[in-house]
């Protein structure tokens, strides 16, 4: 069974532009959460998507976006990107939906340098 | 601001040394998760452990949880190299949103 799928795996963007990073969750699974690693702020929560809604977003800037497909695969966008974005984004995909709490498997991440 | 802070925040061990870490929380949960993360790659799930729940096991590893506390842990018994990695504490909200801790970074010496 393959796992959770995130590319691109290393990513460098100049300050301003935008980025677009993918996540296809494991086959079956229909609820996929997006997190954000630094080294300050340790991993926090930026949004969950479930049968193509976003049911929950954490405390993020707008410039932070992301959607779902029919295909439960994900994206999500950074636009007019600034130096505190560089972070290690990681997807995590769920089998339920809420209500039902169950183990999150997570992609390898994605690395965002922003120079 | 973190959910489940862990403590300590960094634990260096022998090998075969038992290690264990500790995870508070601010709200009540619905259940709590633990992970493992290898050199800042993605993270592993551990353990889920339910509100109703006070011990649970998996292998090497036990967590329990005190809800009248606040407070969780995960000790992992005769502790292996491949152990070192950073575990984190999650606290689970309904609808998949995770409020994680920052960590405890474990190294385990040959």
């Known amino acids: 069974k393959a796992g959770v799928t995130q590319t691109p795996r290393y990513l460098i963007k100049t300050r301003g532009q935008q980025v677009t990073l993918s996540c296809s969750p494991i086959s079956g699974h229909r609820s996929v959460s997006w997190y954000q690693q630094t080294p300050g702020q340790g991993l926090q929560f930026l949004f969950e998507y479930f049968s193509e809604t976003q049911r929950n977003k954490g405390n993020f800037p707008g410039r932070f976006s992301g959607r779902q497909f029919s295909n439960s695969r994900s994206e999500m966008n950074v636009s007019t990107l600034e130096l505190g974005d560089s972070a290690l984004y990681l997807c995590?995909?769920?089998?339920?939906?809420?209500?039902?709490?169950?183990?999150?498997?997570f992609g390898q991440g994605t690395r965002l340098t922003v120079v | 601001s973190q959910q489940g802070e862990e403590d300590p925040q960094a634990l260096s061990i022998q090998e075969g040394e038992n290690a264990t870490m500790n995870c508070s929380y601010k709200t009540s949960i619905n259940n709590l998760q633990w992970y493992r993360q290898n050199s800042g790659r993605g993270l592993v799930h551990l353990i889920l452990i339910r509100s109703n729940e006070r011990e649970k096991h998996s292998g090497r590893l036990r967590v329990t949880l005190d809800t009248s506390k606040k407070s969780s842990s995960l000790l992992i018994t005769a502790s292996r190299a491949a152990d070192t990695a950073s575990y984190f504490c999650a606290k689970d909200n309904a609808g998949n949103m995770l409020t994680f801790g920052g960590g405890t970074r474990l190294m385990v010496k040959p």
């Open positions: 995590a995909s769920s089998l339920t939906g809420a209500g039902s709490s169950t183990e999150a498997f």
